[in-house]
């Protein structure tokens, strides 16, 4: 699943983080720094990497032979499209998306025993989807004697059924219980039944392995059948790639070419799924990828793929009255910047405008405002460059339209702190079929009165499939089939054609327990990263360590305690004589992921409570752990991804290695000590002795030799003592040698005294005088004899 921890790792920090007494504060509420940039991006075949959207190189090149699929899911009546094949030029501008046309929403299913044997060899991967489309989906003429699962993508990565909106659990035929048993034998008729199951048919044991299923029964004489929704989605995802390889097939045929549409090819068709928000969460997001069953699959956000759709030419040549609206809006823009210009010169145009988009889904509404810029008349695919989301207000109802005034409302003050200084909305779009626009128009007359800066805004609607047409644009710039040529210095090379600055489709926040899963000993729930937030966010550290945990068990109001005293308490435990409670507390901590899919949700669990504290030994034994580093991150499709970094010793090696890097630290003092202090020592010694034998020399001279060049001759006496340093019994000899009389200290002459000016240097030269009389290959003048 998405949320996997790893352990180990060598990545940083980045942005904010903090520790268990940050993890559990109800003040506020936390924004993560985005962390460091993503990697720069290679380039495959002339043409541009695709954004990060998880595609690799190799991916991307193993289908740019094949036609793309778009779909807009969530549509009562899905849409399809298709984009063309990677060309040889992928800069050139006349390349659009084609409609494929409309699917149902439902996977209809023969009830007849037949059909329950081919879709349980499908099931256990035996059989292939043509088989299975030959054998058990019904065709749209067979109405009779049928099970449908309606929207089965609505339940996509749901744990337990009381996770899905009560309109959702209320509209379908369930058992509230977690025996297989009872949900079985409740009813021998063909029909669909949702109850709770896990992903490999085991006994659901109220974890994360669960999953909500789909009990379906094709035969009164055969036992109910367990289709995850996942697989339910898969077979919708699996008709729209035959419908776009129906169609490719009709457009190849147009221009003579030929390929080939076996089952293998057509299900490695690349798929580019539009989501409204309230669905673009981590488990169902992570589902959806694995009930398209290859790797090159694009989730995309609904209402940025209305706007890429809606701001297509149209395919006759006909005006489209979004671009119409756009380019009056420019044209003001140009006279506002020509009257600017002449007052400061060096004035930039800026051509951002600002576009709103209310769109109607099947089970929700959502609100979004995104920044268009850079504009790019070379290609007609992607008119605007740069595509940046400001805000996005959703909420999942079966009643959309009762919501349609605080969508937008809501939507109002976020650009009113997001984006104080805008100029406001250029134009209002409204995407989803035919029906629902026009029952979103009716609405917005009632109430743009209440919206008073909003309220000439011209409201325009867009096509029924222009979230299909737009999330095959958008699929085709991460496949690299759409780019644009950029100019740097001399060089010209291809680059994205579009750039999408997305923001959080959902919150994420933390919750801890510090004694062992107890539901009434979790903490308030911290948001990490809010709706809104620039993504991809993270990585956002929390420091984990156990002897905070015991200061947190065993203080009843950590909140109070200043930072002074909180530190003192974590020191406290800290030691040998801490290991118990720490170990307790370590193996008692426990982490839970959450997150709230719209505004005005409850926050969801996501995956099992994780125990970053706890690791298994080589007997599968829990061992508690001193301290670790979780680090949060959120993608663009609302997946989350957490690591664990840090050594992760146990508590007892933990102790013993900061036992030992103590002792090191102070012997590694006492060491230092002992060297500089011996140096200093000797130092100071050798500076004695030095001085002490340059008296002494002088005072030999004073007695022995008075009156003498020698006498009083400061400087030489210095440079004989520093000559014979090491080695002064040497030179007392040469002097007793030569002069007959031997060297005494200072002391013991019969006159100490010493005239004070025979120890200062002398300004005038004198000659260096050699006692060595031994190294004849010294070339210093003797002393002269008086």
Sequence with gaps: MSLATTGGGGMGSAGGGGGLMMAHSTGGTMSAATGPPPPPQASFDGGPAPPPSGLSTKQVK????????????????????????????PAAGDV?????????????????????????????????????QADSLATANETSSVVVLEKPYRWLGLRR????????????????TNSHAIAEESSTEPGVTFGIGTLDGSQPAGDDFDRVVCKVRLSSAKKTLTVLPEEATQLLIHQAQYHVAHKHQQLQASTSESSDHDEETVLEYPVSIALPSWATHDAAVEALTDSVGVGNTVILARSVCALAGALLPHPEGKANPVLDRLQKVRTALHKEFSRLQVQDPTATFKDDMLVLLVGIASDGIEATAVQISNLQTSQMSCLFGDFDILSN???????????????????????????PDSDGPAVILTYGFTGSQDVLKQKWDEIKSQQNE???????????????LGAAVLGA?????????VTKGKKTKADLALTVHNVA????????????????DWTPVKTIFDFDRRVPAGPYPID???????????????????????????????????IPKREESALNLQVQIVQKWTRDGEWKKVGSPMEPLVKLDADENRVACESVALEISLGATGMIMTNLNGERESVVQATKSARNNAIRYYVGILLAILVFGGLLVKSYWEDHVFKRDTARLLAYYKHIIPGSIQDGDYDTARYLVWKYRGKSDKLWKNLEKKYGEPVLDTHEWPDTAVDDDARRPLNEEHETVELDEEDEKETKQEEPDL
């Design 62 to 89: 193993s289908v740019a032979h094949l036609p793309l699929v778009a779909i807009d899911l969530h549509e009562t009546q899905p849409h399809i499209a298709l984009f063309p094949p990677k060309g040889e030029d």
């Design 393 to 419: 207000v959703a909420y999942q109802t079966n009643n959309p339209v009762s919501k349609v005034a605080l969508c937008l409302s809501e939507l109002e003050a976020n650009l009113d702190a997001i984006a």
């Design 454 to 468: 909003w309220s000439k805004v011209p409201l325009i609607a867009t096509k029924s499939e222009a979230v299909a």
């Design 544 to 578: 984990l360590k156990a002897a905070e945990c015991v200061v947190q068990r065993e203080t009843k109001n950590v909140e109070s305690l200043s930072d002074e005293d909180y530190l003192k308490a974590i020191k406290d435990n800290e030691g040998a004589k801490g």
């Design 161 to 176: 059924l009381n996770d899905a909106p009560t309109f959702l659990r209320d509209s379908v035929d369930s058992e509230q």
């Design 96 to 132: 659009l998306p084609v409609l494929v046309g409309k699917m149902k929403g439902n996977v209809v299913l023969k009830a007849n025993e037949s059909s329950h044997k081919t879709l349980r060899k499908w099931l256990t991967k035996s059989k292939g989807y043509s088989s299975l």
């Design 477 to 485: 710039v991460s496949h690299g089939r759409i780019s644009v040529l």
């Design 505 to 520: 489709p959902v919150a994420v926040g933390v919750q801890l327990n510090y004694f062992g899963g107890s539901e009434n």
